[in-house]
């Protein structure tokens, strides 16, 4: 039976027009056929260990692409990955690596490590001159999608990666020159469960982390947005709509005032600025004036200084509209720490790109993909602390979004299984590459000093 609602005229909605879509698309055809990444200047390791390494890494495929689809088929939500931690402990266990569980404040995390020749009592002691590096994996799921944003493929490339150089140093010591740590890293979905870690000390004493994302491309680096969220509440008094509305303040006004008010302001914001805003409540009866309203928002930003002065700018907005629907209001940041835009490491991204051209791949610079669309991870905020990279490799064509079901479909295919390794041997070669080349090593920490160094995380937003 047809209802009124489905029969009235423009109940349907309309279509999205893909114009600005066909148009970037356009754009990055143009580029992607003109544009080259420069790679690296710097030596690395020996041809022969990169051969070694990449034999170790195609030895350790089959197991892990099992894993990798064993974490597809049972996907856990942020700070509850207590079966995928368990796997991939299982696995370094198997590799005769001790993995310690619940480390850094979280549950969920995992921290292993290995030393090769010249490591010393420990990373940052006055005998230890030897390069401490880290690789990270992430395998929380989205819920309703399972692995839409592809970490099951993130964990098999880290921990890949870190299992060949383990092979590497058991067989000859001197072929890492060095310490490296695996850290799995629950939470990023939504969360900022990197930065619970680095709270607990997870990132110190460390010169450099890597790790990958599954993407539609094949990226060197892509950008990244800082991340806040905020929620707003307005209290007003409730009173007769008709009777005696003059005695009321109206807190659904003020929302409303609110969500106009960062619509306008969007005009005025740099064009990868982004807000997002949602009104979760704002009263139960028409007949009554609501004394309650709330709106829940993300801020975004493409460096850290202009997300705090977005979040400034925000701000204002809500306490402005509480001023106009003369109601009260309390303004709350981050339930869950922000996230931080990435700083990429360019002496470092050269290595990967050089690594992934020997396993067949291009890495594109950044810019060929427009920096429109972006989207956040809390790497940002170890990129911040310590030098690092989080290029992302091609598993699904580029029409395919992340947080799908549809992506979640491409992270257990065919081209995510070749990704799987030529990720897991990219970060392997990349992190071999600093433990054999002082010279790199030099130039990834002069250019993140060069950048700014690291900064007060937790206190950047006081």
Known sequence: MTTESTARPGAQH??????????????????????TH?????????????????????????????????????????????????????VLAAHGIDAQAGVHGLDTAIRAEIS?????????????????????????????????CGHNVIAVMGLGAFLAL???????????????????????????????????????????????HPYGYDLADQTWLGRRTLTVEYHGHTAHASAQPFMGRNALDAASLMYQGIGLMRQQTPPTDRIHAVIREGGERASVVPDRARLDLYVRSQRPETLKDLSRRVEDVARGAALMAGVGVSVQWDEHPPSLPVRTNEALTGRWVQAQRQRGR?????????????????????????????????IAPPEVALHTREFAAWAVSEDARTAAADGAYGLAATVLDVLHDPALAAAVAEEFEAAGGAIDVPGFFD
């Open 166 to 212: 383990a092979a590497l140093a058991k067989a000859d010591p001197s072929a890492v020159p060095g310490r490296v740590v695996f850290l799995g890293t629950p939470a990023e979905e939504g969360h900022t469960g990197k930065e619970y870690m680095a709270r607990e000390g997870a990132f110190e004493g460390l010169d450099a982390v890597v790790m990958a």
């Open 14 to 35: 309309t279509e999205v027009s893909t114009a600005y879509l066909r148009q970037l698309d356009e754009e990055r055809e143009v580029a992607m056929r003109t544009s």
């Open 362 to 394: 291009d890495p594109l610079p950044h810019g060929v993909v427009s920096p429109s669309l972006a989207a956040s991870t809390d790497f940002g905020n170890v990129s911040y602390r310590v030098p690092g990279i989080h290029p992302v490799i091609r």
């Open 116 to 148: 090769g020749a010249g490591a010393g009592a420990g990373a940052g002691s006055e005998d230890d001159d030897a390069p401490t590096l880290a690789i990270l994996s992430e395998y929380d799921a989205l819920p309703g999608v399972g692995h839409g």
């Open 38 to 90: 420069p790679g690296s200047t710097f030596d690395g390791a020996s041809p022969a260990l990169h051969d070694q390494l990449e034999a170790q890494v195609e030895a350790d495929a089959e197991e892990m692409v099992a894993l990798m689809l064993d974490l597809a088929e049972h996907p856990e939500v942020a700070f509850e990955e207590h079966r995928s931690a368990r796997a991939i402990a299982d």
